[in-house]
C-alpha cells in the first residue's frame, strides 16, 4: 500500500476572539492545502479530522503550531493510502463538542495529563477505576477491559451521569479517556468541579496509546468519525467485544445499515452482511431506500449540491434595525 495520505485528529482549547471571521480564515488554509474533513471552530477552541496529501498535513501542522493560539495543539497522524473523507466542512459551533458545559473552562481547571505510558502503569492498580466517557455505539465496539461505562448516546447526557458516579468512586482515583482526547478535557474538569479530587485523563485518547503503547488492553476496535468506522488499536493482546447484531457470533465488522432511514452503526459479519444485503434487519432489507450493498458497509453521502465553499456564503446578520 501506498501511504502517501495522512488522516490527521486534533483539538485545541483556546481563546479565538471572533471565531466566526477566523472560520472563514481557517476555511480557506484548509481549501489551500486540498484537505478534507470535518472542523469546528468556537470561541473556545478548535476541533477537527481531516485527510490529505502528506505535504500538505505536514504543511497544515505547521501553519497551527506557528500560531501563538494552537501552539499546543497535539495531533494524532495516521498514514493511509487514500482521502479518509469525501467533504470538508468548517463550521463555527459555539462549543468544539457540545457538552453543555460552556461554563467549564479546561485551560483553568484540568484533570492531570496522562501520556499512554503512565495511563498504561496506572489503570490496573487497586484504588483506580477507569472510565469511558465515549457513547453507547462507541464502547459497545471496543474499550478498555475493567472500564466504567456509560449508557449516554451523546456527550451532553455526560453530566447526568455524574451523581451515579459519585455515589460509587468519589473517592477512588479516576482515569477517564475518550477517542482523541478532547471529551476528557472536558469530563475530568466537570468531575474535579462535582468535587472528585483524584482526576486524571488519557492524554491523546485511544488513538495515542494504540500508537504509543502497542493498545494493550484495548478490547475490540475503536470507533472513528471517518470513512474507517472503526479501527484496530490493540497490537498487544487484541481481542473482539462486539457480536453480530444479526446472528451474535463475535465480530467486530462495523457497518451502517443499508437502509438509510435506519443507517444503525452495527457490527455484522461477513456472512449475515450478504445474507441480509447489508441490512440490519428483514424490515430494513425490504425497504424501498435501501441501497445496494457492495459488500463494505459504507455508503458514500449524496455529492450533490456540495460546495467546498460553503459557509462562506451563509447571510450575514444585519445589524440595522428600522
Ligand atoms: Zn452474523
Ligand atoms: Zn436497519
Redesign the pocket.
Known sequence: MNKSYSILLYYCYAQIENAEAYRDEHHLLCLELNLLGRIIVSDEGLNGTVSGLKEDCNEYMRRLHADPRFAKTDFKVDPSDAHAFTKLHVRYKPEIVHSGLRHIDPNLRTGVHLSPQEFKELKDKEDVVVLDVRSDYEHSVGRFKNAVTLDIENFREFPDKVDELKEKYKDKKILTYCTGGIKCEKASAFLLDQGFENVYQLHGGIIKYGMEAGGEDFEGKCYVFDNRVAVDVNKVNPTIVST?H??S?K?DRMVNCANPVCNLHVP??E??GVKMDGACSDECKEHPEKRPYDGTGYYQKELNGYNPLKGFNRKKKSNVNV
Open positions: 453480530c444479526v446472528c457470533t465480530s455484522i459479519c456472512e449475515c
